[in-house]
């Protein structure tokens, strides 16, 4: 494959080769359904999934006092628990023997952007998993008293979540550094909207954002592409789903940058904890951001493995903290870059220093000639690795086609990293440093640690 392939919405089909000897098809159905897989030849296995281009950011929030029912923050990962408790053809437990009884194993995630339900199966058990998934999607009771249930398990999970410090700091920092942004909300919602969420306002949201135009089916590994295709139009006939009715698949996100407002320069959680959380960062790149290659190189050399500078300042040559990393995460018209870094509450206005000193470094002095070959040694391997997994390149299809519009394979990501220079990686360490930085601390600290650090 010579160059990254386009995925446009209104072109039913597409088959082109791709590095590996892989063979990647695209159709898009009458009714909008987009099915992609990626054969690779010499496995045993598959991963698919069922993608919805909806996520945390499109919840509205209740309207108090008002008609109708909005969907209350926290819905969409309401709802991807609750496509598991069970349809008009299977049970919970149905659901769950179907794949525990061929050792195959299933699960879904909740995004800011994304919700995905996903299985990974011998080749010889795709069929069944698609037909499990395609219930799960067309089917489910949404059953009041599973709705009541989840509810709890949902409160449990935040909670769990809550009392680990770094999650809670990685909360606040996404809230305060993209402000009134809706990606800054917590993916799955806070136990006051959980507890006030409602059954009909939930069942609404899957109405509105479960249809055929919304749906995307990537599968990677051993699968045939037209054997997939018909498997998909069986089962989601089957559920109900209107596949003879003529439709145009969803239209991407904007991917135009986006205003922040409301951003909070520093906050702190105080808790009676042996470490102190960091998180120190900036608005980002988006997801379709040319520069996101620059980005990578940027992250590895700065806080992405053991030999980056991060982990030599802070670990290797001053034992200030166990972990510490940085970090870049793309939206479709924002983004975050981070540092964080766990260490004793005595050592966290010197842990914090550090991590802005090394990104002022880098965007005053640029990498190294060693530096730069190292970190487009350990991405372009770290590709490589990550692509022997069916998991890897069926998210990777997913996102291809919701997020970016294009699938890049390897041989074209590793002719971009190529391409990526060092002074490339000095102007965006520049372009970061000089936009806001945002600190968020959870431990026995509090805002004159940092005050003056910013």
């Known amino acids: 494959?010579?160059?990254?392939?386009?995925?446009?919405?209104?072109?039913?089909?597409?088959?082109?080769?791709?590095?590996?000897?892989?063979?990647?098809?695209?159709?898009?159905?009458?009714?909008?359904?987009?099915?992609?897989?990626?054969?690779?030849?010499?496995v045993r296995s598959a991963t698919i999934g069922f993608w919805f281009g909806v996520g945390s950011r499109d919840e509205t929030g209740s309207t108090p006092g008002g008609t109708g029912h909005a969907a209350s923050f926290g819905s969409t990962h309401f709802l991807e628990h609750l496509?598991?408790?069970?349809?008009?053809?299977?049970?919970?437990?149905?659901?769950?023997?179907?794949?525990?009884?061929?050792?195959?194993?299933?699960?879904?995630?909740?995004?800011?952007?994304?919700?995905?339900?996903?299985?990974?199966?011998?080749?010889?058990?795709?069929?069944?998993?698609?037909?499990?998934?395609?219930?799960?999607?067309?089917?489910?009771?949404?059953?009041?008293?599973?709705?009541?249930n989840e509810r709890g398990v949902i409160l449990e999970e935040l909670a769990m979540a809550e009392d680990d410090p770094a999650d809670a700091a990685n909360e606040r920092f996404f809230s305060a550094a993209l402000g009134a942004h809706p990606v800054a909300r917590p993916i799955g919602g806070s136990p006051e909207t959980i507890r006030s969420a409602e059954r009909d306002a939930v069942w609404q949201h899957y109405q509105a954002n479960y249809r055929p135009q919304d749906l995307v089916i990537a599968a990677a590994g051993a699968v045939d592409h037209a054997r997939l295709v018909?498997?998909?139009?069986?089962?989601?006939t089957a559920g109900g789903w209107p596949l003879a009715e003529p439709g145009s698949p969803v239209e991407r996100r904007d991917s135009n940058e986006a205003e922040l407002r409301d951003t909070v320069p520093l906050v702190t959680v105080r808790r009676p904890i042996e470490q102190a959380h960091l998180l120190i960062g900036t608005r980002g790149l988006r997801a379709t951001d040319d520069a996101r290659i620059t980005m990578g190189v940027l992250n590895a050399v700065l806080g992405g493995g053991m030999s980056s500078r991060l982990f030599q300042e802070v670990r290797e040559k001053r034992g200030l903290a166990y972990s510490v990393y940085s970090f870049a995460a793309g939206?479709?018209?924002?983004?975050?870059?981070?540092?964080?870094?766990?260490?004793?509450?005595?050592?966290?206005?010197?842990?914090?220093?550090?991590?802005?000193?090394?990104?002022?470094?880098?965007?005053?002095?640029?990498?190294?000639?060693?530096?730069?070959?190292?970190?487009?040694?350990?991405?372009?391997?770290?590709?490589?690795?990550?692509?022997?997994?069916?998991?890897?390149?069926?998210?990777?299809?997913?996102?291809s086609e919701l997020s970016t519009g294009e699938f890049a394979d390897l041989d074209e990501t590793l002719r971009r990293l190529a391409l990526v220079t060092a002074d490339d990686v000095r102007e965006l360490a520049a372009d970061l440093a000089s936009r806001p930085l945002t600190i968020a601390a959870v431990g026995a600290v509090d805002d004159d640690v940092f005050s003056d650090l910013r």
């Open 1 to 42: 494959m010579n160059g990254a392939v386009d995925l446009p919405l209104d072109r039913a089909d597409l088959t082109f080769a791709a590095s590996g000897d892989a063979l990647v098809s695209r159709s898009v159905l009458p009714s909008g359904v987009r099915v992609l897989t990626e054969h690779v030849p010499g």
């Open 331 to 399: 939206y479709s018209d924002t983004g975050v870059f981070g540092m964080y870094g766990a260490c004793a509450p005595q050592k966290a206005r010197s842990v914090a220093g550090i991590m802005i000193d090394e990104l002022h470094r880098l965007a005053a002095d640029g990498i190294t000639h060693e530096e730069h070959v190292r970190a487009v040694g350990q991405l372009s391997g770290g590709s490589a690795l990550a692509l022997e997994d069916s998991d890897t390149r069926m998210t990777r299809l997913g996102r």
């Open 230 to 236: 018909s498997d998909v139009e069986r089962s989601l």
């Open 83 to 148: 496509l598991f408790k069970g349809t008009r053809k299977r049970t919970a437990f149905d659901i769950a023997i179907s794949f525990d009884g061929v050792g195959g194993e299933h699960n879904a995630l909740t995004a800011k952007e994304q919700t995905c339900y996903y299985a990974k199966v011998q080749d010889r058990d795709l069929t069944m998993a698609t037909e499990v998934l395609s219930d799960m999607v067309t089917s489910s009771l949404l059953d009041a008293t599973d709705f009541e």
